[in-house]
């Protein structure tokens, strides 16, 4: 079994699995919608996303006037990051760097987005909260998601997140497989199959993954953001919503610099 809070080789080995069911996804669609919202609400001009992957909320923020900086620690994901900026001529500097660690300035918001902080152990989220602080201006923002620990261990909700998906790129079909079970520290461990088949040949196992990520109530995340130089001024879901108990699936958190 992976020790929870190793940085995943994952995104680095599967990267290019990663930006085939990433592409403009419902859930996407949704989620870059709410960062937008927020970011706007509280007039925010400058972001830095600290785990931005392949680029997904950076490409979406820039599009839409936000003066956006972007870093990872995965080469794999800059690599499709930067290769996709290339192909829409959208000029923009990748960093590579740890959200526990990077110096990249001071901006009006931060963001952290698609479970990212579940990457890390408790205290390197502690950590990671202390580096974004510096990295804010006074006042800024800071926001992120992460799956609800109260959603997933209520009822039978964990069978609900079993996945599978088909894609494809060129002449290769692929197709995800994932299922997850949590332990009673609420790290999740989820296991991935990827299949493949090009144009007629037979179907092949390309790669098998386990990621664990750490979960958190809305509560457990209002501790320790207070502990760490924020305050939380509002929790909701994904699209928006009214943030509900075990109802919630995502838990998007907004928390101001004190
Ligand atoms: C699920 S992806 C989300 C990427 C992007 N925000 C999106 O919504 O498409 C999580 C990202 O967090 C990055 N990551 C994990 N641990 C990190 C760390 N300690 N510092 C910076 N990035 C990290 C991974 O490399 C990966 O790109």
């Known amino acids: 079994m992976m020790k929870h809070g190793k940085i995943p ?17 419902t859930n996407e669609r949704i989620t870059n919608r709410t960062i937008e919202k927020i970011l706007k609400k509280y007039k ?11 680029g997904s909320q ?33 000029k923009i500097r990748f960093l590579r760097g740890d959200m526990r660690t990077i110096q990249a300035g001071k901006f009006d918001a931060a963001i952290t987005i698609f479970n990212a902080i579940g990457h890390l152990t408790k205290a390197g989220f502690s950590k990671a909260m202390r580096n974004i602080h510096r990295n804010l201006n006074e006042g800024g923002i800071y926001i992120f998601d992460i799956l609800n620990l109260n959603y997933v261990l209520d009822k039978d909700n964990i069978m609900k997140m079993s996945m599978e998906r088909m894609g494809s790129s060129g002449n290769i079909k692929v197709r995800e497989l994932q299922h ?6 609420g790290i999740l461990t989820s296991y991935t199959i990827f299949y493949t088949q090009k144009a007629k040949k037979t179907p092949k196992v390309s790669s098998k993954n386990i990621i664990t990520l750490q979960l958190y109530t809305a509560e457990d995340l209002k501790k320790m953001l207070a502990k760490n130089g924020f305050k939380v001024i509002h929790q909701c879901a994904i699209d928006g919503s009214k943030f509900n108990g075990k109802k919630t699936e995502r838990i998007v958190t907004i928390a101001k610099k004190k």
């Not at 080789?9 to 996804?25: A, G, L, N, P, R």
């Not at 925010?44 to 392949?54: A, I």
């Not at 997850?180 to 520290?185: E, L, T, V």
């Open 44 to 54: 925010v001009k400058t972001v830095l996303d600290l785990t931005c992957g392949t």
């Open 58 to 90: 950076v490409f979406h923020l820039l599009k839409r006037g936000f003066k956006v900086t972007g870093s990872d620690i995965s080469k794999g994901m800059l690599k499709i990051a930067n290769r996709k900026a290339k192909q829409d001529k959208i």
């Open 9 to 25: 080789v994952w995104y680095d080995k599967d990267s290019e699995f990663e930006e085939i069911f990433h592409k403009d996804t």
């Open 180 to 185: 997850s079970i949590i332990d009673n520290d």
